[in-house]
């Protein structure tokens, strides 16, 4: 589903054992797929009752369908860009209101991440019939599309792979809301041939399900409640947002961790951004970065401010050369990136530059530096900073960083 070496196999499978699938250009797909629902309606644009169309299918169009329900089961990203409908963002050359829209850099990372994870998985099942399957923390900076692509991976599975069993974990109620809407905002504008067909239970805010075949399901859950969250259950697909502020993050690994299936199509993920220093984020973060005991298969990935180069950026004017700090900023990424950025050094630039500088001077006249650097961190010792004052001024402990250098070996003779 997300490895392209496991991908493109079972696509080979697939054509092997008689199923006609073929990958077309995204465009194509929309294309076709629009025209297919536009059947739905009758000629004055009134919804047809009962699941009708205009006209039977031809044998083509059914063809299409087969064809791109297969490879949508196969390749989440092919489902993903072509027939997850999101609110989309104008901020990142998108089109605004509700459509598909392209992967941006930070998502596209976390879904190489988590194909590699998955091929790792497949090989643990075939040595050791026993795997934890995929498992990842997601540390972010805000707004990276996150919540976003695992409320599609979360949607892909329970549609396309049935009997799927998932769950969605908030901060609080107000998020839950949150989470649900977004799903049903992609159920409501799926063509009518990924359609469940019919949605139940359908509980606000609290459960949704997809009856016989598919039997999959999935329910949502605030964190400060009365009880541990999914108390009982266990969840193939689980999705845990804010954890960072959660007010007793450590439920998680005393009641919901050890309840996860240990199976091939496990997929848990926790994300958030920083909220703090010393609390349970930067515990597992910085365990499952390091890949300290207990912690070796577990996905780590950080997403800097720079990433998505789109996203967090402002006209420059004419002449306008970065101060001293920003340099210093500047080469700060150029030193961290490889770590975060699959090995490439990143080169942010003059418009992304240009952003921080002015962002980061208004956070600081307010004296709310320490939320710009939890907020828009370039290396997650940044993002772990106390919100409070400390012993130290926050400018002093980034301009520290700042100062870092990377160590150099060298030999020393001792005499004999």
């Not at 399957?133 to 707004?143: E, S, T, V, W």
Request: proline share 6%.
């Amino acid at each position: 589903m997300y490895s392209p070496n496991i991908i493109e196999k079972r696509i080979a499978q697939a054509r092997k054992a008689g199923i006609p699938i073929r990958r077309r250009p995204r465009d194509e797909s929309i294309e076709i797929s629009k025209r297919l629902n536009d059947l739905r309606y009758s000629p004055k644009g009134e919804l047809l009752p009962d699941g009708q169309l205009q006209r039977p299918l031809l044998d083509e169009e059914r063809a299409f369908i087969e064809s791109e329900r297969a490879m949508c089961k196969l390749d989440f990203e092919y489902y993903a860009v072509r027939y997850h409908s999101v609110e989309r963002d104008p901020g990142v050359g998108t089109d605004s209101g509700i459509g598909v829209s392209k992967l941006l850099e930070s998502q596209r990372a976390f879904l190489r991440a988590i194909g590699r994870r998955e091929e790792a998985v497949h090989q643990e099942w075939i040595q050791f019939k026993h795997t934890e399957g995929i498992r990842a923390y997601a540390h972010k900076c805000r707004q990276v599309a996150f919540t976003s692509l695992i409320r599609a991976l979360t949607l892909h599975r329970m549609l396309l792979w049935p009997g799927t069993r998932a769950f969605a974990g908030a901060l609080d109620p107000d998020g839950c809301g949150e989470l649900y809407k977004r799903d049903k905002i992609t159920l409501d504008h799926l063509p009518f041939w990924l359609h469940p067909g019919e949605i139940y239970p359908d509980v606000k805010d609290q459960e949704i399900g997809f009856p016989s075949p598919i039997s999959s399901r999935l329910r949502y859950q605030p964190e400060n409640q009365k009880t541990w969250i999914a108390v009982g259950t266990q969840c193939d697909v689980s999705h845990l947002t804010e954890v960072s502020m959660w007010a007793s993050p450590h439920q998680i690994g005393f009641s919901f961790a050890p309840a996860l299936p240990k199976g091939r199509m496990t997929l848990h993920v926790q994300e958030a951004t920083s909220a703090g220093k010393g609390n349970y984020w930067q515990e597992v973060t910085e365990a499952c970065r390091k890949k300290l005991t207990g912690y070796e298969s577990w996905i780590y990935i950080f997403v800097p401010w720079y990433m998505n180069r789109l996203k967090y950026r402002a006209n420059a004017p004419e002449g306008w050369e970065p101060d001293e700090h920003t340099v210093e900023h500047l080469h700060l990424i150029e030193r961290t990136s490889p770590e975060f950025c699959e090995g490439m050094t990143i080169h942010p630039s003059k418009a992304q530059l240009y952003w921080w500088q002015t962002e980061r001077a208004k956070y600081s006249r307010d004296d709310k530096l320490a939320s710009f650097l939890a907020s828009y961190p370039a290396t997650p010792e940044q993002s772990f900073v106390n919100w409070s004052q400390g012993a130290l001024p926050v400018e002093l402990l980034e301009k520290m960083e700042l100062d870092l250098r990377d160590p150099m070996c060298y030999e020393v003779e001792a005499a004999g």
